[in-house]
Nanobody
Framework: QVQLVESGGGLVQPGGSLRLSCAAS????????MGWYRQAPGKQRESVAG???????NFADSVKGRFTISRGNAENTAYLQMNSLKPEDTAVYYC???????????????WGQGTQVTVSS
């Protein structure tokens, strides 16, 4: 089965930076999209950033100008560079990928296990 493994979460002070990584592995033919979501306690999961196979990106308004997303296609890896972190960024961050596991098949969505990001002084 496909697995998405996330890393890079942790505790950081406001104004600090973290880089999250997501590595997809398994029987992957292609990845159409990779993105990051986050969920704070008591809140719905929200999209943070995404990047398509063509390189198009999108960001939540709350993180524009602070976060960047990139993708290492050869490694089936996505990165979320988080700068100027705020306490409001505290959440569990999840990696999401839309990928194909066979030629001619429809893309399916996969999720990572989540990694905790805590921004606190």
């Amino acid at each position: 089965q496909v697995q998405l493994v996330e890393s890079g979460g942790g505790l950081v002070q406001p104004g600090g930076s973290l880089r999250l990584s997501c590595a997809a592995s398994g029987s992957i033919v292609s990845i159409n999209y990779m993105g990051w979501y986050r969920q704070a306690p008591g809140k719905q999961r929200e999209s943070v950033a995404g990047i398509s196979s063509g390189g198009s990106t999108n960001f939540a308004d709350s993180v524009k100008g602070r976060f960047t997303i990139s993708r290492g296609n050869a490694e089936n890896t996505a990165y979320l560079q988080m700068n100027s972190l705020k306490p409001e960024d505290t959440a569990v961050y999840y990696c999401n990928a839309h990928l194909n596991t066979g030629w001619g098949t429809r893309a399916s969505a996969y999720w990572g296990q989540g990694t905790q990001v805590t921004v606190s002084s």
